[in-house]
């Protein structure tokens, strides 16, 4: 199994202004995803955060936007940047267990942009 | 295109049996999930199916038709702590999961 510690669990931001999400995980993982689950909507897939590399956006979303970095295989942040109402969601952090069968998750961040 | 389709909402009475459907076209096949969500939290993990035929856990047990695109989620002697949102997703050929929009399931008493 994994653990991840997200944080900020919630956060209230002015427009304009940019808000970092961090996410730690109790083991070493490859991969770790960022999503985004608008209020009474599935999750959205933004990113795929790979250790030493770019990380990989879905279409929709730009780095200049989200800008993810991922320094080693515990640890990432995403960056909501430049925010706006629209921006106001639960973003959550996600890896696999080793074996692949379970996506664990961090608590979620819910940001309210004001 | 890839799709998930789920109700959007389910009612059902605290005791009785409830049957949550999905069914799903995606570009390759390698596993599909049943979460819940509870309002306002992240999603936790209830089963794994990548065979055919009917995962049991306890209350809850999950069937896979992957011929036919199609799972269900049936929970037993539901309880009150039920409602809450279930989410089917499939991971796809690209091992990326690929979410269905979510199922509100509603206990009455």
């Known amino acids: 199994s994994a653990v991840i510690s997200q944080k900020p669990s919630r956060d209230i931001c002015q427009r304009g202004t940019s808000l970092t999400i961090q996410c730690q995980v109790d083991?070493?993982?490859?991969?770790m995803f960022w999503y985004r689950q608008q209020p009474g909507q599935s999750l959205t897939l933004i990113a795929t955060?790979?250790?030493?590399?770019?990380?990989?956006?879905e279409s929709g979303f730009v780095i200049d936007k989200f800008p993810i970095s991922r320094p080693n295989l515990t640890f990432s942040t995403l960056t909501v940047s430049n925010m706006s109402p629209e921006d106001s969601s639960i973003y959550l952090c996600s890896v696999w267990a080793s074996e692949g069968s379970e996506a664990f998750f961090g608590q979620g961040t819910r940001l309210t942009v004001v | 295109g890839q799709n998930i389709d789920q109700p959007t909402e389910m009612t059902a009475t605290e005791g009785a049996i409830v049957q949550i459907n999905c069914t799903y076209q995606t570009s390759g096949f390698n596993g599909l999930f049943w979460y819940q969500q509870h309002a306002g939290e992240a999603p936790t993990f209830l089963s794994y199916?990548?065979l055919d035929g009917l995962e049991e856990k306890g209350r809850f047990s999950s069937f896979l038709s992957r011929s036919k695109g199609y799972s269900y989620l049936l929970l037993k002697e539901l309880q009150m702590k039920d409602s809450a949102s279930y989410l089917c997703?499939?991971?796809?050929?690209?091992?990326?999961?690929?979410w269905g929009a979510g199922t509100k399931l509603i206990i009455k008493p």
């Open positions: 199916n990548v």
């Open positions: 955060a790979n250790q030493g590399s770019e990380a990989t956006y």
């Open positions: 083991s070493q993982v490859t991969m």
């Open positions: 997703a499939v991971r796809g050929g690209n091992y990326q999961l690929i």
